[in-house]
Structures are given as structure tokens and as C-alpha cells.
């Protein structure tokens, strides 16, 4: 099934897909560093980099798709992915250090 061009879940998708490829490649550069021997905090510094907007944008998205829900009486479908891939993008950054098994520590 096709998307429409504009849909929400297209744009909350390819969002989560550039967060995931730049973490993704961050810690590919940081495993292929250690495999040599050398040190390289490349996706510690990329979590940290995108930490702070993709909670925001996540969190914009999350309150977004409730309102749109209430307002459609809660029965539109929009509302509910925007919910939940507003949830998944804010939360990504922070659980792919776990997920990878990475000690990156957030705090200033």
C-alpha cells in the first residue's frame, strides 16, 4: 500500500529512519575504530547532538496526534500514529546507547 505524499506517518517515519542512520553509522564508525585499536566517541556525540531535538519534536508530535484523536472524537487513525511515533522518536536517542550496550552519559 502506498502513502499519500504528505501523510504524517511518512513524515515521523523518515525522521526516526535519519535518526537511526546517523546513530547507526556513528556506532559503526566507533566499532570499526576500536577493531584498530584507536578511540573515537563518535556515537556518544551523536546521541547527545540528537537527544534534545528528537525529544522535542517528539514530544510536539506525541501532544499533536492526541489533540487531533480528541478532536476527531477518537476515532481517526491519524492521531493515534502520530501518538505513537511521536513517543518513538522521542524516546530513540536514549535507548540505542542501552540497546547497543554503549555508556554514554547525558549529563553536562
Not at 502513502?3 to 526516526?16: D, H, K, S, V
Given at each position: 500500500?502506498?502513502?499519500?505524499?504528505?501523510?504524517?506517518?511518512?513524515?515521523?517515519?523518515?525522521?526516526?529512519?535519519?535518526?537511526?542512520?546517523?546513530?547507526?553509522?556513528?556506532?559503526?564508525?566507533?566499532?570499526?575504530?576500536?577493531?584498530?585499536?584507536?578511540?573515537?566517541?563518535?556515537?556518544?556525540?551523536?546521541?547527545?547532538?540528537?537527544?534534545?531535538?528528537?525529544?522535542?519534536?517528539?514530544?510536539?508530535?506525541?501532544?499533536?496526534?492526541?489533540?487531533?484523536?480528541?478532536?476527531?472524537?477518537?476515532?481517526?487513525?491519524?492521531?493515534?500514529?502520530?501518538?505513537?511515533?511521536?513517543?518513538i522518536l522521542a524516546v530513540l536517542p536514549g535507548i540505542m546507547p542501552r540497546y547497543f550496550g554503549w555508556d554514554c552519559l547525558l549529563t553536562p
Amino acid at each position: 500500500m502506498k502513502l499519500p505524499p504528505y501523510q504524517p506517518t511518512r513524515l515521523i517515519g523518515n525522521l526516526a529512519a535519519l535518526v537511526l542512520i546517523v546513530l547507526g553509522g556513528a556506532y559503526l564508525f566507533d566499532l570499526t575504530f576500536r577493531w584498530f585499536g584507536w578511540e573515537s566517541d563518535a556515537f556518544c556525540s551523536a546521541v547527545a547532538f540528537f537527544t534534545p531535538p528528537s525529544f522535542a519534536i517528539g514530544v510536539v508530535l506525541a501532544t499533536l496526534g492526541a489533540l487531533i484523536w480528541a478532536i476527531s472524537q477518537f476515532r481517526g487513525q491519524t492521531g493515534i500514529g502520530l501518538m505513537i511515533g511521536g513517543f518513538i522518536l522521542a524516546v530513540l536517542p536514549g535507548i540505542m546507547p542501552r540497546y547497543f550496550g554503549w555508556d554514554c552519559l547525558l549529563t553536562p
